[in-house]
């Protein structure tokens, strides 16, 4: 393979310095115009490309940003990465992303192997091993070293950043609510992230409905399914009484396998049963039936972190303070609620 020409190899073909080579292609007056013509012929016939990495070292800007997110497969996550690659082009950055799997060892090292390369700064959502052993030295360190970050959606409170979230409790809340509203007797939720920050809040928010609804708070109706619980024997434990009538999901997949398991024990839907969800993904608007879904707008948030990074990178004000963004959410209703009165 022929190697590639350097502004070295130009600069030692006419015997003259690499800065005289620099500014003869970049049309400099300093330059005589019979020595740029010749430095500018060579170096198209040698097809000579500028090493873009290289100069944004010099100038100390590699227009990289490191994203990391804890789930491919959650439709939220993918939406916010859209988000941000929009934004990151439109500014002439590149991404390098990668998943940490909800690993803790995996975030950590992921986030030593982007430092070590050319990097600008970081948007992260945190993986559910790191919020369980709220273990969070490696993302201080990170900071610690000068390199600005966003976390997004799955965050800590410990750590002074950038950060934008939804409100989880609130929407949770409003969910809840019109579940009630729209005839619901006894609403029972469902949770498969109990260690998250989200799931958490999630949960607040249902319990807060019901005492605004002067409903019973029964902690029985709260399904905590953890990994190594079969999902199914947990919902039809709790579904074997038929008195409840309503579902909070507080993430897709757990919906869409609900709403399986529901249709097989026989149960209408939303006649006998209404259910909603968190996380607006295709998949729930082409079930039947469709599912009543939050919409977390997971796009916004990813335009809106690369937009907060990028001003930060780019503008290195002292002190400037740290702020956290909050997305308001809305409730998609489908077929899968019953029609409030």
Do not use: W
């Not at 600005?148 to 934008?164: A, H, L, N, Q, Y």
């Not at 399914?225 to 579904?239: Q, R, S």
């Not at 948030?301 to 990074?309: H, N, Q, V, W």
């Amino acid at each position: 393979m022929k190697k590639r020409i350097t502004l070295k190899d130009i600069a030692q073909h006419f015997g003259v310095s690499i800065a005289t080579v620099s500014k003869a292609l970049k049309d400099s007056h300093e330059i005589s115009t019979s020595t740029k013509t010749k430095i500018q012929d060579y170096a198209k016939s040698n097809h000579y490309k500028p090493n873009v990495t290289a100069l944004n070292l010099l100038n100390k800007n590699t227009k990289t940003i490191g994203v990391i997110i804890p789930n491919i497969m959650n439709s939220f996550f993918a939406k916010v990465f859209v988000g941000i690659e929009n934004i990151a082009s439109e500014k002439g950055y590149h991404l390098v992303s990668c998943i940490s799997n909800e690993s803790y060892e995996k975030e950590v090292k992921t986030i030593d192997l982007l430092k070590h390369g050319s990097l600008d700064g970081l948007i992260i959502s945190l993986a559910e091993e790191t919020q369980v052993l709220q273990n969070y030295k490696h993302l201080t360190n990170t900071l610690n070293e000068g390199i600005p970050m966003v976390m997004f959606d799955r965050i800590s409170e410990d750590i002074e950043c950038d950060k934008i979230i939804v409100n989880d409790l609130e929407s949770a809340f409003q969910a809840t609510k019109h579940l009630i509203l729209s005839g619901c007797k006894r609403v029972g939720l469902i949770s498969v992230i109990d260690n998250l920050s989200v799931g958490k809040l999630r949960v607040e928010g249902y319990k807060k409905a019901l005492q605004e609804c002067d409903m019973r708070i029964e902690e029985k109706l709260i399904v905590r399914i953890h990994k190594n619980e079969d999902f199914e024997t947990a919902l039809k434990i709790v579904l074997a009484d038929k008195t409840i009538d309503g579902l909070l999901c507080l993430e897709e997949s757990s919906a869409v396998n609900a709403l399986k398991l529901i249709k097989q024990m026989d149960y209408k839907i939303p006649e006998d049963m209404s259910i909603a969800c968190f996380t607006n993904g295709k998949l729930l608007q082409y079930l039947s039936p469709s599912i009543s879904a939050i919409s977390q707008h997971g796009k916004h948030i990813g335009e809106t972190a690369a937009k907060m990074l990028i001003d930060r990178i780019e503008n290195e004000t002292e002190n400037k303070p740290y702020v956290t963004k909050i997305v308001k959410t809305s409730l998609i209703e489908r077929d899968s609620t019953k029609k409030l009165n």
